[in-house]
């Protein structure tokens, strides 16, 4: 619970105004949803060339819905390579929305 919520609370910090973040009931997925559209699948081409891993929200859709949506997991223990990475994430995100 506790990474969870410190994982909700970076995205808070370091995402774009606007952004969304769900509150799990009791699992460790946390679903960010962006500002703009199709931001989703652009944020995760880019984490990943920076080695970052991040779930794109289509992949979880079959009628192409939430493409301005990122699921994270946060099952793993809070470490500063975390915050480091979904700070990298909000600026992607940002520049997403710049473009």
């Known amino acids: ?6 994982m909700r609370d970076a995205v ?3 995402f774009p105004e606007g952004t969304a973040i769900s509150r799990p009931q009791g699992g460790f997925v946390i679903w ?3 500002p703009g559209r199709n931001t989703g699948m652009e944020v995760y081409r ?24 990122l699921r994270l997991n946060s099952a793993n223990p809070w ?11 909000g ?9």
Do not use: H
Not at 1 to 6: A, F, I, N
Not at 46 to 69: H, Q, W
Not at 91 to 99: C, I, M, P, S
């Open 91 to 99: 600026e992607l995100a940002a520049q997403a929305l710049d473009r």
């Open 1 to 6: 619970r506790q990474s969870t919520e410190r």
């Open 32 to 34: 960010a949803q962006l």
């Open 12 to 14: 808070a910090r370091w």
């Open 46 to 69: 880019r984490a990943r060339e920076e080695n970052i891993n991040v779930a794109p929200g289509l992949m979880f859709s079959t009628a192409d819905k939430y493409s301005n949506c």
């Open 79 to 89: 470490s500063e390579r975390i915050e480091s990475a979904v700070r990298r994430l």
